[in-house]
């Protein structure tokens, strides 16, 4: 290979490795903005947003509360307190269901199957799928969220494992 050959031959490796440079370069780029607009969204998302959490129907809450106050506040208390302990037959207090509790530790669907089915453990929280419809219970739960603050409703089930959750 003569002397301009060999020289042909480095510019245009010297170009392709430009060009290899650049493409590097711009994936780079890309791979930044790409984690960039992935982190974003997963803030935006993110348990400790309290924007999360779907907005409750005023009406289904209104109509659980009256279910509530027929039904339940006589041992979970007014507005979903609690029991007293003391007062407890068996050793098991309704346990508080606002924020106080950890009612929101559960998901609207295991509420709801809870309510339906009472606890396996006394009794006292009997079943209310015989006096209730499942719409029914749907309201009461969207009543028992709305005395829930922004947190709870959005590290609402197993959410409330994640760090900025607790
Ligand atoms: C006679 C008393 C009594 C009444 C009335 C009652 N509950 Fe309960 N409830 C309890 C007790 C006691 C427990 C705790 C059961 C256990 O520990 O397994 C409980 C547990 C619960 C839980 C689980 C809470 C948690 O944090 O795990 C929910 C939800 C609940 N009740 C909702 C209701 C709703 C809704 C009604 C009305 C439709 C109702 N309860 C009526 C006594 C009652």
Redesign the pocket.
């Known amino acids: 290979m003569g002397k301009q050959g060999k020289e042909a031959k480095r510019s245009s490796s010297n170009r392709r490795a430009s060009r290899r440079g650049f493409g590097v370069a711009t994936w780079v780029v890309l791979a930044g903005a790409l984690a960039g607009i992935v982190a974003l969204a997963a803030m935006h998302q993110g348990p400790s947003s309290p924007g999360r959490a779907t907005a409750l129907d005023p009406e289904r809450v209104a109509r659980g509360r009256a279910?509530?106050e027929a039904?339940?506040?006589?041992?979970?208390g007014t507005n979903?307190v609690g029991?007293d302990p003391a007062n407890?037959?068996?050793g098991?207090?309704?346990?508080?269901?606002d924020t106080s509790?950890?009612?929101?530790?559960?998901t609207d669907r295991d509420?709801a199957a809870?309510?339906s089915n009472?606890?396996?453990?006394?009794p006292?929280?009997?079943a209310?799928k015989t006096?209730?419809t499942q719409e029914?219970?749907g309201d009461?739960?969207q009543?028992?969220k709305s005395l829930w603050g922004p947190r709870e409703r959005s590290c609402q089930g197993p959410r409330h494992m994640d760090p900025a959750c607790r």
């Open positions: 279910i509530f039904n339940c506040a006589a041992c979970h979903g029991e407890a037959e068996g098991y207090p309704a346990p508080p269901l509790g950890h009612a929101w530790h559960h509420l809870f309510i009472g606890s396996p453990n006394t006292r929280m009997r209310w006096t209730l029914q219970i009461v739960v009543y028992i």
